[in-house]
């Protein structure tokens, strides 16, 4: 059975920083894409950033400069480092793991909630 669960979410004041993290059960963590979404109330998912499998990284212009997202494929876990963050940051975060060996595999965790708020 496929899991990916995240963490790390919680409530910050704008400015701070927080570490989500992905980990993945039942699949073979190392050869999938991995990627973070993010959705506020009332809005569409967007892409927030991704790794590849070699460990590229590509993301979202509002991302850029203040996410940094990584994986540890040892620990069969992807992290999003967030810092500066703002009240338009607040929304949930899903982890998202995307393999294609002629057969499409996509998996999404449950999401984990982040609050900016002073």
């Known amino acids: 059975q496929v899991q990916l669960v995240e963490s790390g979410g919680g409530l910050v004041q704008p400015g701070g920083s927080l570490r989500l993290s992905c980990t993945a059960t039942g699949i073979i963590f190392s050869i999938y894409v991995i990627h973070w979404y993010r959705q506020a109330p009332g809005k569409q998912r967007e892409l927030v950033a991704t790794?590849?499998?070699?460990?590229?990284?590509n993301y979202a212009d509002f991302a850029k400069g203040r996410f940094t997202i990584s994986r540890d494929n040892a620990k069969n876990t992807a992290y999003l480092q967030m810092n500066a963050l703002k009240p338009e940051d607040t929304a949930v975060y899903y982890c998202?793991?995307?393999?294609?060996?002629?057969?499409?595999?996509?998996?999404w965790g449950q999401g984990t909630q982040v609050t900016v708020s002073s």
């Open positions: 790794v590849t499998s070699g460990g590229s990284t």
């Open positions: 998202n793991a995307v393999h294609w060996d002629g057969n499409d595999y996509k998996y």
